[in-house]
Nanobody
């Protein structure tokens, strides 16, 4: 059983930054960050493998977002820079069996944290 608590969302102006945190209890192979905006399908944002360190990003966030993990704190972070209004969504972290952007491979999910980018 894996439990996830994601946090760090908020309101920010375009061009601003936020850092999301995913506190993890239990063993996992990969952590993914996903987002779900109103009227849109859930989208994979980034993922990291705990064993290989492999990292993947969606094209829409490459160069702006950075995923990292702190093994001592059992926490995965998503640093989001140069935020755009299109990044507005509820962001979720999830734990799964492989580092993929496909949500069906993730069994455990956090409760979500709202990110709003607006003037």
């Amino acid at each position: 059983q894996v439990q996830l608590v994601d946090s760090g969302g908020g309101f920010v102006q375009p061009g601003g930054s936020l850092r999301l945190s995913c506190a993890i209890s239990g063993d996992y192979y990969a952590i993914g960050w996903f987002r779900h905006a109103p009227g849109k399908e859930r989208e994979g944002v980034s993922t990291i493998s705990s064993s290989t360190g492999n990292i993947f990003y969606a094209d829409s966030v490459k160069g702006r977002f950075t995923i990292s993990n702190d093994n001592a704190k059992n926490t995965v972070y998503l640093q989001m820079n140069s935020l755009e209004p299109e990044d507005t969504a509820v962001y979720y972290c999830a734990a799964g069996d492989r580092a993929t952007m496909k949500s069906q491979w993730y069994e455990y999910w956090g409760q979500g944290t709202q990110v709003t980018v607006s003037t």
